[in-house]
């Protein structure tokens, strides 16, 4: 199926390019969400008449996308999580954590453009690239701090020693509560 995009699609292609892609990709998905139009002849004639439109928005969003490029150089993340002595998080750190923290200082970013190549695992500063324009990318320094203090992790030689088993062992036989069935007969009467 050939159909003719309205928005640039980072692995299809750019607004007003016509491409060819899966009957059910185009039917089910880029058409229904207005990403795209089928390449009929009219259409074809259309998006001839809207190139110099689309040249315009596609400048005015780029001029704008090196713009808050300007902005955020030099932008720092902070993420608080638990973490153990080695510094290995309890959880990760993944591209929603950096949205919000960016969402946080003003910034409005889809999680989507931040290029998370998998979550972060461990304390330190990484340098996560944020794609604003298909030609413009801006590196976000992400900072991974310990929440409260270091948490020990667990080994064989910490464990606590248990208590001697006669504290330790509840009452298994029921005697207890036979004798307070008893005592409940012995005032009923």
């Known amino acids: 199926m050939d159909v003719i995009l309205l928005e640039n699609i980072e692995t299809l292609g750019s607004r007003g390019q016509i ?5 059910g990709y185009g039917r089910n ?3 229904p969400k ?3 139009i089928a390449a009929t002849p009219q259409n074809r004639k259309w998006v001839e008449q809207q ?3 689309f040249l315009k928005l596609e400048a005015k969003e780029r001029g704008e996308s090196e713009d808050l490029a300007k902005l955020m150089e030099g932008i720092e993340v902070v993420a608080r999580r638990r973490a153990s002595q080695k510094g290995q998080l309890f959880g990760s750190v993944t591209a929603m954590d950096i949205e919000d923290g960016l969402a946080a200082q003003g910034y409005k970013i ?3 453009k931040i290029h998370l190549a998998s979550p972060i695992k461990v304390l330190g500063e990484f340098e996560v690239p944020v794609s604003l324009h298909k030609d413009v990318t801006v590196k976000v320094k992400v900072k991974v701090e310990p929440e409260g203090e270091l948490e020990a992790v667990p080994s064989e030689e910490a464990k606590p020693e248990p208590e001697s088993k006669a504290k330790a062992e ?3 036989t029921g005697e207890a509560a036979n004798a307070a069935e008893g005592d409940k007969a012995a005032s009923e009467s």
């Open 29 to 31: 998905y880029l058409l």
């Open 19 to 23: 491409v060819k892609v899966a009957d």
């Open 51 to 53: 190139r110099i439109r």
């Open 170 to 172: 509840p009452d298994t």
């Open 110 to 112: 889809d999680r989507r």
């Open 34 to 36: 207005k990403m795209a």
